[in-house]
C-alpha cells in the first residue's frame, strides 16, 4: 500500500507524543513493505527524514512553541505540484485538526480515497488551560470559524457538567466532532476518550488502538528496577514541560516530600524557565536537560525507578506511559483515566491532582514495591510495541481498501 499521513505536528522541530507515535506507525508500516508519506508543517533539517515532505509553513508564527502551516489551499497546491497524480496512494490517514489535517482531508475527498483520522488530543482542555481567562471563548470562537472555512458542518454542543462546563470548551468539542465525522473511520488511543467523543456526536466507526513506541530504539535488555534502601528515589520526568502537563503543582508537591528524592527533566515547554526558577528559589533536587533523543531518554529511563506522569484529564493516552512500560519502568500519575493505559500492578495513582495528594502518594512508596511494578511492565512491555497496534491498523486499512 502507498499511504499518505497528513500531521500538524511531525515534522523538526516538533516533539511530543503525538510525532513519537506517528514515527513508530511510519517505521513500523515501511517494515511491513509499504510506502508511507509524511506531510508535515516544520524547518528544512540536514538530516531530512525520508519520505517527510515539509508543506508551507510560516517562519515567525507559532502556537504554543509550534510550527503551523499556512492556509489548506496552498498546502493542497504545493502536495499537488509534487504528487500530480496523488490518487496513486490508497488510502490518507489524517493525525490532527488544523491546516495540514484539513488539506489531507479535501485531498482524500478529491481522488476518492478513503480517510482515517486518528484522534489524539483534548482540545477542549488545550484551550482551557493554555488561553488566559476571558479569552479562552473568544480564541474558540476564532479557532471553529475557521475550522469551519474549510469544513462546514460543524455541530453546536450545549454546555454540560461533565466534560463541556464553559462556552469555549463546548465549541472546542463541536470542532473535534466535527474532523471525525470527516473520515470513513475513526481511531483513538483509549477507550475512555472514544466514549467522550460519542457522547458529544461523532457517529462514524471508532476503533481503539493504543500509541505505538518505536521497537528500534527499545532494543536494549532493560533490567528489573532496584531501589536500594538508603538510596534516593530516582524519578524522571521526559514530557514537556508545559501548563496542560503540570509540572509546577508535581514541584509543589515536592517541596514537603519527606524523603531523599533526585528528579530528572527531559524535555522542553513553554513552562520550562519557571519551573527552573521555581527549583531554585527553593532549592529542589532538579535537574533540567532539555530536549534529547528519544533514544538518549530510553537510556536513561534504565538508571530511575519511577516515571512522572502529573497531567490530569488532559492526556489520551500518553507515550510516558508506555515508554516506561517498553523500559519497564514503574510510573506515577494522578489521573484515573491512565488506568486503562498501563497494566496492573505497574503503577502508583494518588488519591487526586492536588500537590498534597501527589506527594503523600509518593511518600508510601517502598523498594519493594518498586521492584514488584518493574516486573510487572517488563512482563508486559511487548504489548506497547509498535508491530502490534500497526498490524490491526494495517488490516483496518485493507478493509477499507477492498
Known amino acids: 500500500m502507498k499511504i499518505a499521513i497528513f500531521s500538524d505536528l511531525y515534522a523538526f522541530p516538533a516533539t511530543g507524543g503525538v510525532p513519537s507515535s506517528i514515527r513508530a506507525q511510519k517505521n513500523a508500516l515501511e517494515k511491513m513493505g509499504h510506502e508511507v508519506v509524511v506531510f508535515s508543517p516544520g524547518i528544512k533539517a540536514k ?24 492556509r489548506p489551499g496552498k498546502i493542497e497546491k ?16 489524517v493525525h490532527y485538526e488544523a491546516s495540514c489535517s484539513i488539506a489531507g482531508v479535501h485531498l482524500a ?88 467523543l460519542q457522547r458529544y456526536g461523532v457517529t462514524k466507526k471508532i476503533v481503539k488502538i493504543s500509541n505505538g ?21 530516582h524519578m524522571i520526568w521526559n514530557s514537556r514541560v508545559s501548563r496542560e502537563k503540570r509540572m509546577l503543582p508535581f514541584l509543589e508537591g515536592l517541596r514537603s516530600l519527606k524523603r531523599d528524592y533526585v528528579l530528572d527533566v527531559y524535555g522542553d515547554g513553554n513552562e520550562l524557565k519557571k519551573a527552573q526558577k521555581f527549583v531554585k528559589k527553593n532549592n529542589l533536587n532538579v535537574h533540567f536537560y532539555g530536549y534529547r533523543s528519544r533514544s538518549e531518554i530510553l537510556t536513561q529511563m534504565q538508571k530511575a525507578h519511577l516515571a512522572i506522569m502529573a497531567s490530569y484529564d488532559f492526556d489520551t493516552q ?58 510487572t511492565m517488563l512482563r ?23
Open 109 to 196: 475527498r478529491r481522488f476518492g480515497l478513503p480517510l482515517v483520522q486518528t484522534m489524539h488530543g483534548r482540545e477542549d482542555q488545550a484551550i482551557a488551560i493554555n488561553v488566559l481567562f476571558g479569552l479562552k471563548k473568544i480564541v474558540a470562537s476564532i479557532l471553529v470559524f475557521l475550522h469551519s472555512r474549510y469544513m462546514p458542518g460543524i455541530i453546536k454542543i450545549k454546555k454540560d457538567d461533565v466534560d463541556a462546563p464553559t462556552d469555549a470548551r463546548a465549541k472546542m468539542w463541536g470542532l473535534m466532532v466535527n474532523q471525525a465525522e470527516q473520515a470513513d473511520l475513526v481511531l483513538t488511543p483509549s477507550k475512555h476518550f472514544a466514549k467522550k
Open 47 to 70: 538530516n531530512q527524514e525520508k519520505n517527510v515532505i515539509i508543506i508551507p509553513t510560516h517562519k515567525f508564527i507559532k502556537i504554543n512553541q509550534i510550527n503551523l502551516a499556512k
Open 380 to 402: 508486559c512491555r511487548k504489548d506497547v510495541l509498535a508491530p502490534g497496534p500497526i498490524k490491526k491498523m494495517e488490516q483496518l486499512y485493507r478493509q477499507l481498501i477492498t
Open 213 to 233: 513506541v518505536n521497537e528500534e530504539i527499545v532494543q536494549n535488555d532493560f533490567e528489573v528496577r532496584i531501589w536500594k534502601e538508603g538510596e534516593p528515589l
Open 318 to 375: 500518553g507515550m510516558t506511559l508506555l515508554e516506561a512500560q517498553a523500559t519497564g519502568l514503574p510510573v506515577f500519575f494522578c489521573d484515573p483515566a491512565m488506568q486503562e493505559v498501563v497494566p496492573n500492578g505497574s503503577y502508583i495513582m494518588s488519591a487526586g491532582p492536588s500537590p498534597e495528594k501527589m506527594v503523600r502518594a509518593l511518600e508510601h512508596i517502598s523498594p519493594a514495591q518498586i521492584k514488584i511494578m518493574s516486573k
Open 78 to 93: 504545493y502536495i499537488l505540484k509534487k504528487y500530480s497524480q496523488f490518487y496513486d496512494f490508497n488510502l490518507v490517514h
